[in-house]
């Protein structure tokens, strides 16, 4: 099996932190790893939002995200359980995931207000 | 002549904001533009760190700054000026382009006092 790689925290970039989080889906996914305390389950992010996320898909955005230091992955049994670098990175980069992570409720604060839900023909 | 076409403000969505600047070169070149208090000149940034960035890259980094919502360009005579939207940004994302350029200047500093320069052979 394919060992699960994790970059050290001094190799994590800035770069690196925004391209895994400017896709809607990986922002999603890593909004919920960083809001819920203890580990999570792949399993639990095949809906996102009111998407499917194809099993395949979601282990490539699972990848990204492990890939910019955003996630830490462990295989138990035969689930992945995901739990955020939050912490660590505050130590590094202090206030920037906070300020993203504020700014994506803003925004989802405002669509959710603003825009009636349509359904497209 | 294409015109420029600039976001509403309403329209800037975080996820553009963070792809745009996941890219070094276009973050070097927004750092720039937002640190400098006046309009800057495309051709300011032929050279951008220690690379010499071609003309038509320039272009499309400024294109995708733009479509982003994070400078403003606008032709004077055979220049294109731009200055940054750091200001509107701040009135809908308060904190988030302030903490990405801390993250950022943060990592030059750790890269230029942990790193001797090396040349590739």
Same mark, same amino acid.
């Given at each position: 099996? /394919? ?10 970039? *800035?770069?690196?932190? #925004? ?6 889906? &990986? ?18 992010? #095949?809906? *996102?939002?009111? $998407?499917? *996320?194809?099993? @395949?898909? #979601?282990?490539?955005?699972? /990848? ?5 230091? #955003?996630?830490? @992955?462990? &295989? *138990? ?5 995901? %739990? ?20 994506? /409720?803003?925004?989802?604060?405002? &669509?959710?207000?603003? %825009?009636? %839900? /349509? $359904? %497209? @023909?």
């Amino acid at each position: 099996m /394919k060992p699960l790689v994790h970059p050290a925290l001094d190799d994590i970039t *800035v770069e690196g932190i #925004l391209h895994a989080l400017s896709d809607p889906t &990986r922002v999603e996914i890593f909004s919920r790893i960083a809001d819920s305390g203890c580990s999570t389950n792949c399993a639990s992010y #095949l809906t *996102v939002g009111e $998407k499917a *996320v194809p099993k @395949s898909t #979601l282990s490539q955005h699972f /990848k990204v995200l492990r890939d910019a230091g #955003l996630v830490r @992955s462990e &295989r *138990v049994g035969v689930e992945m359980q995901n %739990r955020s670098r939050c912490a660590e990175i505050e130590t590094r980069f202090p206030g920037l995931l906070a300020a993203i992570i504020a700014a994506l /409720k803003a925004q989802a604060g405002e &669509r959710a207000s603003a %825009r009636p %839900r /349509k $359904k %497209r @023909s």
